[in-house]
């Protein structure tokens, strides 16, 4: 059983579109993380909350809108998405976010997005 | 920028033999972490061991350990007593351990592990 509960399990959407994908987690963790896995690549990094305010955004395009509401959810807006951003959608939470400290991700079992 | 590097895109191995996966990286920082993360099809990462770069002492979790050689900057994922249950996708992982930092993992390109009955 994961920490990190994710849903949908699966989403089919066009692109014009406008879905949301949910992440929640309840172990207290203070960080929560949203990566996009290509098949058979390694996860990229999209965007970090820390504390509930976004820390980092790696130049994802404004078709994704995060969004987190409380220390204990994340969600991920979608809106004109496009075919390539069809992928698995992780979320992941820490329990603190600075480097100093020894705290593994915990990841989520994903969201299999497809974009037609 | 820091870099991780996975040379086997794939290895087999019988059911109860050992396997090392390698991973190597690179940095020029002197704390960081380590860690493995297997990927199996359900999708969820799930952390295997991790290492501080400033213990000397391999990290151990039960059937997993790992060989952690600094100067090396190289990290292997040894097996032993595989099971099919471990058949995934391994991803080696690193992570600064500077103050400020983010806690971003940057990945190595994964591992595919087929264990074989």
């Known amino acids: 059983d994961t920490e990190v509960t994710q849903t949908p399990k699966h989403l089919v959407m066009g692109m014009t579109n406008k879905k949301s994908l949910k992440c929640e987690q309840h172990?207290?963790?203070?960080?929560m993380y949203w990566y996009k896995q290509k098949a058979k690549k390694p996860p990229e990094l999209m965007f970090v909350?820390?504390?509930?305010?976004?820390?980092i955004n790696e130049s994802v395009p404004s078709r994704f809108s995060p969004e987190c509401p409380n220390s204990s959810l994340l969600n991920l807006h979608l809106h004109a998405l496009q075919p390539e951003d069809s992928a698995l959608y992780l979320c992941?939470?820490?329990?603190?976010?600075?480097?100093?400290?020894?705290?593994?991700?915990?990841f989520g079992n994903g969201t299999r997005l497809t974009v037609t | 920028a820091q870099t991780v590097t996975q040379s086997q895109p794939e290895m087999s191995v019988q059911e109860a033999e050992t396997v090392t996966l390698s991973c190597t990286y690179d940095?020029?920082?002197?704390?960081?972490?380590l860690f493995w993360y297997k990927q199996p099809p359900s999708r969820q990462m799930i952390l295997v061991i991790r290492?501080?770069?400033?213990?000397?002492q391999n990290a151990t979790e039960n059937r997993f350990s790992v060989n952690f050689q600094k100067a090396a900057k190289s990290f292997s994922l040894k097996i032993s007593d595989s099971q099919l249950g471990d058949a995934a996708m391994y991803f080696c992982?690193?992570?600064?351990?500077?103050?400020?930092?983010?806690?971003?993992?940057?990945f190595g390109t994964g591992t595919l592990l087929a264990v074989q009955p």
């Open positions: 992941a939470s820490s329990q603190d976010e600075t480097g100093n400290y020894t705290s593994p991700l915990h």
């Open positions: 172990m207290g963790h203070r960080a």
């Open positions: 909350y820390s504390y509930e305010k976004l820390s």
């Open positions: 940095t020029s920082e002197s704390d960081y972490y």
């Open positions: 290492q501080e770069a400033y213990k000397q």
């Open positions: 992982a690193y992570r600064s351990g500077y103050g400020g930092a983010t806690n971003k993992l940057i």
